[in-house]
């Protein structure tokens, strides 16, 4: 658990040290100009769903999910 917990750290710093640097999601059924992106985990199935608001400089982590589940199901919830 520890190990889990320090690599989702280091993919929160990263993110919040460069927050546009992991690919984007396409996203159905939004219909503004949101950009979710995803990180994931090195030694994990897991990842991070994750938005950037750059205009008040707050990134928004949406979800932690399990990869091998049905890539349908991860922003639903």
Request: net charge neutral; charged share 25%.
């Amino acid at each position: 658990m520890a190990r889990f917990r320090m690599e989702l750290e280091d993919a929160l710093d990263t993110i919040l040290e460069f927050p546009d640097i992991f690919p984007t999601l396409k996203v159905v059924g939004i219909k503004t100009n949101l950009v979710v992106r995803r990180v994931l985990l090195r030694s994990f199935y897991h990842g991070l769903i994750y938005t950037v608001l750059h205009e008040i400089e707050v990134v928004r982590v949406v979800k932690c999910y399990y990869t091998r589940s049905n890539p349908e199901t991860w922003l639903q919830e």
